[in-house]
């Protein structure tokens, strides 16, 4: 089951309130453009900001993903109806003969179990043409980025559009690697009620996907630094193979 911040209908609007500023996003749509993809499946595509931003750009999108919540507010972005939403997760895509699939943010950790993960990478290897491409990104475990998340406590408050001011609370659950878990509590300071947001995210090495890929039909092209987050998060290319 999705998070509660993607899935509840009354979180999913605070995504992009806290979370909107997607400097991520970046790195993707210029991959795109260089590779002349016509079409792109977004995985987890969420609120659809990657999905919106490139069918802008005239690229024709299927944007996926297991929340309903989150979907109606990406369908409600799409002013011009350029996408495809589907409701549904990596497992059970049709096949799309798409060029390039990609999974933005925390999306390849959200694959806690390995039989989840391989499950995830079959189902996008048979929504690739041959050759198409895989870009994801990851965070490297030796960062530690959960020793920064528990040292961050201090609240955050944002004046969310057609709700009001909301102050969101972070704390680290649990630590037991390779996962880690957290969570978001959101207190609506209108009325005083709080929801929480437990999320888990599974930490794996450079070498451990590099070879999990390989296992589920793909040639890894490229591994880079995530330019927003250099010497924290990196950026895979893979290519399916035929």
Request: hydrophobic share 40%; with cysteine.
């Amino acid at each position: 089951m999705p998070d509660a911040i993607f899935s509840d209908r009354r979180l999913a609007p605070l995504y992009d309130a806290f979370d909107g500023d997607r400097d991520d996003l970046t790195v993707y749509h210029a991959l795109v453009e260089e590779w002349g993809a016509g079409l792109v499946l977004d995985v987890g595509c969420g609120t659809g900001s990657l999905a919106v931003l490139l069918a802008r750009h005239g690229h024709r999108v299927v944007g996926v993903d297991p929340a309903e919540a989150s979907l109606e507010l990406a369908r409600a972005k799409d002013r011009g109806r350029r996408v495809r939403w589907i409701l549904g997760d990596a497992t059970a895509l049709p096949a799309l003969d798409a060029d390039v699939a990609t999974m933005t943010g925390n999306v390849a950790q959200v694959f806690v179990t390995d039989d989840d993960w391989a499950r995830a990478l079959r189902g996008i290897h048979s929504a690739l043409r041959p050759h198409g491409r895989l870009v994801f990104e990851t965070r490297r475990p030796e960062d530690r980025a959960w020793e920064r998340w528990a040292a961050d406590t201090v609240p955050i408050v944002r004046d969310v559009p057609g709700i009001g001011p909301v102050e969101r609370r972070f704390e680290v659950t649990g630590v037991s690697l390779p996962t880690v878990s957290f969570r978001h509590t959101y207190r609506f300071l209108r009325d005083g009620t709080e929801v929480t947001s437990t999320s888990t995210l599974r930490f794996r090495g450079r070498d451990e996907v590099a070879s999990s890929l390989t296992d589920q039909g793909y040639q890894v092209l490229d591994v880079r630094e995530a330019p927003d987050r250099p010497g924290r998060e990196l950026v895979f290319t893979a290519e399916r193979r035929t």
